[in-house]
């Protein structure tokens, strides 16, 4: 007989026997980076030859497509339509990585191999994001052989390779794929757990809003010692504007960014007692830094912040002696669905006029990547919640968004879904640089709760 637990010993058999280890490292070995126009073939085949052939195993109909704007990575769409069934499941997963960054890896390790060191996968995409969907799949694979080849419900299944240029085109598609793309809720894997060890719900994302801060004083840098001390410093008075955006603190002072209402109630009430942490050696959480009077969770969860991502100013590989003649700093706000995001730019160059700063012009302003949320309170959300806890034994954290980007907001707008992300990683997986790595044990036990998710699914009375 055909059972849940059936499913659950299929799947972590398939863990156990290094089954899954494998089938992810033959994916890694594809270097699909979208950040490099030289991997355009990776990434094609890692669509057409590392996933299509496994989904239609599966009995999934798979087409790839041509992303809608040109220049950058196509995109997947698979279906697996059973007669009769009454739900329809879409999920996401994104193939394409950033740059492999192969010179900074430490000794033994390389972006294109996973290597297994203790409790960890090394490897490029092993975090974000192969390793995540694939874990997905080879759950949904486990109920299907449990099943005798069938499900219960629909599945389709949208797989795009830009996600790390900003899903560039992925709106497009969606939007032109809507009828067919038609879900009652969409259930994927990206990001990281609150904790490594604590099962992780998110309901949405925080946004990214990017700009550039520019100040150019003169064509060509000017002698430091003639000049130094008679001539404005472009990389001073930029400091000094940045500091007027965020104190020592890093208390934001432009307070028209910030959420409208503060944190709202359901929001403070969802992240009550949830955690934060588990970044390893990658970073610290730093108590007197970020909006006072905020618990971390809320701070990354709850709130927005602003953060520079770079800044130059003179020839940093080569200085010369001179005063620079101009500076640049890149920035950008990581910000929550209850803030409107039209209100950063005008807000910003009312704020630095008003401080003196009018000579620093803002460029290259806009969003990257939109907010989004569901309530979390929303029966999808807590049902999933039940499924997971009945399989896992331990109490699931939701929180309202996850504190990074993923492009969910195009899921809603156009397909009108609630959101249910269940992140397999953690925020020490160092994801964006080298030595990206993947924990076995929360892959494991992400790999079972996803199999008792799918599972419960075919067997009826979800929301």
Request: glycine share 12%; aromatic share 6%; hydrophobic share 40%.
């Amino acid at each position: 007989m055909a059972s849940r637990d059936g499913a659950l010993n299929r799947a972590l058999g398939v863990f156990d026997t290094n089954g899954f280890r494998d089938h992810l490292a033959s994916l890694v070995a594809i270097p699909s980076t979208s950040q490099d126009p030289g991997h355009l073939p990776d990434v094609q085949a890692y669509l057409e030859t590392g996933i299509r052939p496994w989904l239609e195993r599966l009995g999934f109909t798979v087409e790839v497509h041509p992303n809608p704007v040109e220049g950058f990575g196509p995109i997947l769409l698979a279906e697996r339509i059973e007669p009769g069934a009454t739900r329809t499941i879409v999920t996401y997963g994104h193939g394409d990585t950033v740059r492999g960054l192969e010179d900074q890896w430490r000794a033994g390790l390389a972006p294109w191999t996973l290597t297994e060191e203790g409790d960890r996968w090394y490897g490029r995409g092993t975090a974000d994001n192969k390793g995540q969907h694939v874990l997905n799949l080879t759950a949904l694979e486990a109920v299907i052989a449990e099943r005798g080849g069938r499900l219960g419900f629909n599945v389709k299944m949208v797989l795009e390779t830009s996600e790390e240029r900003g899903s560039i085109g992925l709106r497009e598609f969606v939007a032109q794929h809507a009828d067919r793309l038609a879900a009652d809720v969409l259930i994927a894997s990206d990001g990281p757990r609150v904790m490594p060890e604590v099962p992780t719900i998110a309901t949405g994302t925080r946004g990214i809003f990017q700009f550039d801060l520019v100040l150019e004083l003169r064509p060509g840098g000017v002698h430091s010692g003639h000049w130094g001390g008679l001539t404005t410093d472009p990389a001073i008075v930029l400091s000094h504007a940045l500091g007027s955006i965020m104190d020592r603190h890093g208390r934001i002072l432009v307070r028209d960014w910030l959420p409208r209402n503060g944190v709202p109630a359901s929001v403070r009430a969802v992240l009550d007692g949830c955690p934060v942490g588990g970044g390893g050696e990658a970073a610290t959480i730093d108590a007197d830094w970020g909006e006072p009077g905020l618990t971390a969770a809320e701070k990354i969860y709850g709130w927005n912040s602003f953060i520079v991502l770079a800044m130059v100013s003179g020839r940093p590989e080569n200085p010369v002696n001179a005063v620079a003649p101009s500076a640049r700093a890149t920035c950008h706000i990581r910000y929550t669905a209850d803030t409107d995001p039209a209100v950063f730019e005008p807000a910003l160059r009312k704020h630095l006029d008003e401080n003196g700063f009018g000579v620093v012009r803002i460029e290259k302003a806009g969003v990257r990547m939109a907010a989004s949320r569901t309530d979390p309170a929303h029966p999808w959300v807590r049902w999933t919640v039940g499924s997971m806890e009945r399989t896992l034994g331990k109490r699931v954290q939701v929180i309202p968004n996850s504190s990074g980007g993923l492009p969910g907001d195009v899921f809603v707008d156009h397909l009108h879904v609630p959101l249910v992300w269940i992140p397999h990683s953690y925020n020490g997986c160092k994801q964006h640089g080298p030595d990206e790595h993947l924990l076995i044990a929360p892959a494991r036990e992400g790999l079972a709760a996803y199999t008792g998710i799918w599972w419960d699914i075919g067997e009826g009375g979800t929301p």
